[in-house]
């Protein structure tokens, strides 16, 4: 969809929302920022004003495109949020995706045959790592992932952080990631920025 | 044929029934009695009052007096429509979009119907007219209210998939487009019920009512028939009007969903 390449950085400049002071805040390309805090201390929230969800202040920037100035499913279709609780609406995985599922079914340890399931079989873990190939194979040019290993058991959460940090790398994505554990902190951010108080601290 | 007219004490006679429904209700200890018999007092007032009402605009004949009954007819039906939601659009727009919805498709389809396939002299004349605009909002307004009900309700239950849909990059209008449809579906049930059921599990009421006055069942039928095809074209244009205004209405120019916009909800 998005054929020709990285976009470039992400950029926060002065975006407000809820309680949260204005955050500005620079991504670049290939790289992750965690964002952790309590519950209820924004986190989300932030992701959803990048993501152009809820009304919000200030304006975001990827490489020289304006989120204002952008058709706002132009911009989400580029600045891809993937929530924590995935949702479907067709009865079968395969009828969500838009192009192939490559070999990220392997990857995450699903079969082949995973697109024909039905929804209603799958469990939580399955519908988490279905969400994250299924929003990767529309080539998004920035992350915006919120906990996307929080219904994995051990195994399938390094799987899941190594298949994405490859890809993050590979297409060059910057990316905000929401996590709570401190050793994935540890595993998968090159920065990591504590919210408390409704402003953003070094960590 | 002769038409047999009613006396008020023959309609007297007919409310012991209901006394005697609302005696044995209170009996059987079905805490109705009450409802039961305000809501008989009220037919008869409401009624009564219309019926004065009707009297007189038939007798002035008058485009302007057709025009304000009309009018308040309108004005009725949309306040109805906004009370028969659970979540409403704020600041008006629940009672401005489902009345405008109502007053395109109920007023034009009565006119065409009046001006192009009955074509009584005046196109207005009231004995027509009147009773055509009130079955037709009556039933327009069903449809405008279960359609922006369903709308609503289902928005509330499926914001989550809605903007999960949004986050993969959708239009609004394809992250809604179910649940949009589903919302004009439902308010066109009830009258392709009606016209499925036509005539075999039931008599249509009004056609009851015409051979009752005397009408010649061949005519009564074939004004049944009309009545009911512009009753479905009201009914769904109305509803598809209303229902996509609701719905864009839901969304603001960011495509976000709004459901600050409706009451009940934060």
Same mark, same amino acid.
């Given at each position: ?126 519908? /988490? ?56 902190? /540890? ?17 | ?10 309609? &007297? ?9 609302? *005696? ?14 305000? &809501? ?17 605009? !038939? ?36 009672? %401005? ?62 914001? &989550? ?13 394809? *992250?809604? %487009? ?17 016209? &499925?059921?036509? %005539? ?36 769904? !244009?109305?509803?598809? *009007? ?8 839901? !969304? ?15």
């Amino acid at each position: 969809m998005n054929s020709s390449g990285p976009a470039g950085d992400l950029a926060l400049e002065d975006v407000s929302v809820g309680d949260l002071e204005p955050v500005s805040l620079a991504v670049s390309r290939g790289k992750v920022i965690c964002l952790s805090g309590a519950s209820g201390s924004g986190k989300t929230r932030l992701l959803r004003a990048v993501a152009d969800l809820e009304p919000h202040g200030g304006d975001c920037r990827l490489g020289d495109i304006r989120q204002s100035e952008t058709p706002a499913h132009n911009w989400r279709a580029q600045v891809m949020m993937i929530p924590a609780e995935s949702q479907w609406w067709h009865e079968t995985v395969g009828e969500h995706f838009d192009a192939d599922a490559g070999d990220a079914l392997e990857a995450l340890d699903l079969p082949g045959e995973a697109t024909s399931w039905s929804i209603d079989r799958l469990s939580s873990g399955e519908k /988490q790592r279905l969400a994250l190939i299924r929003a990767l194979a529309r080539e998004p040019r920035a992350l915006l992932l919120d906990e996307p290993t929080a219904n994995l058991d051990a195994e399938s959460i390094k799987r899941v952080e190594r298949w994405l940090l490859e890809i993050i790398e590979r297409r060059e994505l910057p990316t905000l990631w929401v996590a709570h554990d401190a050793e994935q902190i /540890q595993r998968v951010s090159n920065r990591h920025l504590l919210i408390r108080d409704g402003r953003l601290e070094e960590s | 044929m002769t038409i047999i007219d009613l006396s008020w004490w023959q309609l &007297a006679l007919a409310s012991l029934l209901v006394l005697a429904l609302a *005696a044995t209700s209170h009996l059987a200890r079905l805490g109705m009695a009450r409802s039961l018999l305000v &809501a008989a007092a009220r037919t008869v007032i409401q009624l009564a009052l219309v019926g004065l009402v009707l009297e007189l605009v !038939f007798e002035l004949g008058r485009l302007r007096w057709i025009a304000l009954m009309s009018l308040v007819m309108l004005l009725v039906a949309g306040r109805e429509v906004m009370a028969r939601q659970k979540y409403r659009l704020r600041g008006g727009w629940a009672f %401005g979009i489902g009345t405008l919805s109502m007053f395109l498709s109920a007023f034009s389809v009565t006119v065409l119907t009046l001006v192009v396939i009955i074509g009584p002299d005046p196109w207005y004349r009231p004995q027509y007219s009147i009773p055509i605009l009130g079955m037709l909002l009556g039933n327009t307004m069903t449809g405008v209210a279960l359609g922006l009900d369903r709308l609503t309700e289902g928005v509330r239950r499926q914001r &989550a998939l809605i903007e999960n849909r949004l986050m993969l990059g959708q239009p609004w209008n394809v *992250a809604v %487009g179910e649940i949009r449809r589903d919302a004009v579906r439902s308010g066109l049930i009830p009258i392709i019920n009606a016209m &499925a059921a036509a %005539g075999i599990v039931s008599l249509p009421g009004m056609m009851t009512g015409q051979i009752l006055a005397g009408t010649p069942p061949a005519i009564a039928v074939k004004y049944q028939i009309l009545i009911m095809f512009v009753i479905a074209v009201g009914t769904g !244009f109305g509803t598809l *009007a209303a229902v996509s205004a609701g719905a864009r209405r839901l !969304f603001d120019a960011r495509e976000r969903l709004r459901l600050d916009r409706l009451t009940g909800t934060g």
